[in-house]
């Protein structure tokens, strides 16, 4: 995950590239070193620096490096006559290199040449089993083509072996959820905040599927996890607080009235609610009271 003063050096390097004032290189290795997925600006700045003979030469061995960045960037992009360039030259430096082929079978991948990419990845794993990048892209080119169920087969024998990988237990929570096996998902989220439990993005999604999945017992957990995000988010999660508001509302519909839930939390929550609304949406407090009200809370 990537933290808030992390996300802010990355804009504010953004704008400083977008606008010419330098640092081109600096924000390419920060965007490669937080694995996130720029892909449009990783092609555009990476090719500058590649069609610019001097400062590709500056790189020394990290030239290699931004190639292969520049490769994956351009078949994100499905510019797969600038990804077939890139690796021509790597293939070129390094024809034996495993890294170089898994290029090759991505390529094959971005040209939806499923069954010929299938081979090369089956290739590449019969001599490196613990191949974590090629294993996921198995899974990402059967979750690609529809075929969610070997997508599951996939991702749940790589966790058997990387079980301390919390992007494949995402993964699989949200295919999950996508098919509405909610009682999967739970689990997978289950071991998320076992393994992570101070990120409130897991504790909102666990609290989200299990108020899915209804029932007293599963709302009155909902609305813990919902209480957890808050907490973790210094009260600044709003669908957190409006999930507290619709547990609260579900609990007392289920139990009939039996289960007197705390109207502190109740007031506090919708008390919230409503100023956030006031300070960022005036235009929808009617909408948010009309909500409020049929869930019997304002």
């Avoid at 090719?47 to 190639?67: C, F, Q, V």
Wanted: with cysteine; aromatic share 8%.
């Amino acid at each position: 995950m990537v933290s808030k003063t992390e996300e802010e050096q990355v804009k504010n390097l953004e704008n400083q590239v977008d606008n010419g004032g330098g640092g081109v290189w600096e924000y390419l290795c920060l965007i490669r070193k937080l694995k996130l997925r720029r892909s449009d600006k990783v092609l555009k700045h990476g090719i500058s620096i590649l069609n610019d003979s001097k400062a590709r030469s500056a790189l020394g061995r990290e030239e290699w490096t931004l190639y292969e960045q520049v490769a994956v960037a351009a078949m994100d992009c499905h510019s797969l006559d600038v990804a077939k360039d890139c690796i021509k030259v790597l293939q070129k430096k390094f024809p034996q290199s495993r890294r170089v082929e898994r290029l090759q079978a991505m390529l094959l991948e971005a040209k939806g040449l499923w069954t010929e990419a299938d081979k090369a990845y089956a290739s590449l794993l019969e001599e490196n089993t613990l191949d974590q990048v090629v294993h996921k892209r198995r899974a990402a080119m059967a979750k690609a083509q529809g075929n969610m169920s070997l997508a599951i087969e996939i991702i749940t024998k790589y966790l058997e072996v990387f079980m301390a990988d919390h992007e494949a237990w995402r993964e699989l929570a949200e295919i999950y959820v996508s098919l509405q096996m909610y009682k999967q998902a739970a689990f997978c989220y289950e071991e998320l905040i076992l393994s992570q439990p101070t990120i409130p993005l897991y504790h909102l999604a666990y609290a989200d599927v299990l108020y899915t999945l209804g029932g007293l017992e599963n709302i009155q957990t909902a609305k813990k996890y919902y209480a957890s995000t808050i907490d973790l988010t210094g009260g600044k999660n709003i669908r957190a607080i409006f999930g507290i508001c619709l547990c609260t509302s579900a609990i007392g519909h289920l139990s009939k009235g039996r289960n007197k839930e705390s109207s502190e939390l109740q007031s506090l929550s919708v008390v919230a609610l409503e100023k956030e609304y006031k300070q960022k949406s005036p235009n929808k407090t009617a909408l948010l009271s009309v909500a409020l009200r049929s869930l019997k809370l304002n």
